[in-house]
């Protein structure tokens, strides 16, 4: 559960980080991409522990309602699912190169 927690989080802070300010930023990035404990954020900060609970969980809520607004990670996830199963349908096929490439181009795109 935590570790679908986090993932989503992540997904969620790749593609709304650009919503928050430097320090939401500083500390989600700290919290969740480099694996900071609440008290290395808060000495590296000079605040307390408290603080940075506080604005994660802030900007988490943030990013959720962005998310619920938005759903950037939603249609992503579901794109994702459509490029599989037109995998799978090509790779029961004789491939066709030109599609396969195309595929591909757009995977790339997110």
Known sequence: MMLE???????LYDFYQSLL???QRSY????????????EIAEEFGVSRQAVYD?????EQML???EQKL????KFQERSTIFKQIRKILDKQDSN???TSLIETLEKLD
């Open 28 to 39: 989600m990035s700290l919290y969740y991409l480099d694996d900071f404990s609440l008290g």
């Open 97 to 99: 190169q030109e599609l």
């Open 55 to 59: 604005n994660i969980k802030r900007t």
């Open 5 to 11: 927690k986090t993932t989503r989080i992540n997904y």
């Open 64 to 66: 959720e309602e962005y």
């Open 71 to 74: 759903l950037l990670f939603q």
């Open 21 to 23: 300010t430097p320090k």
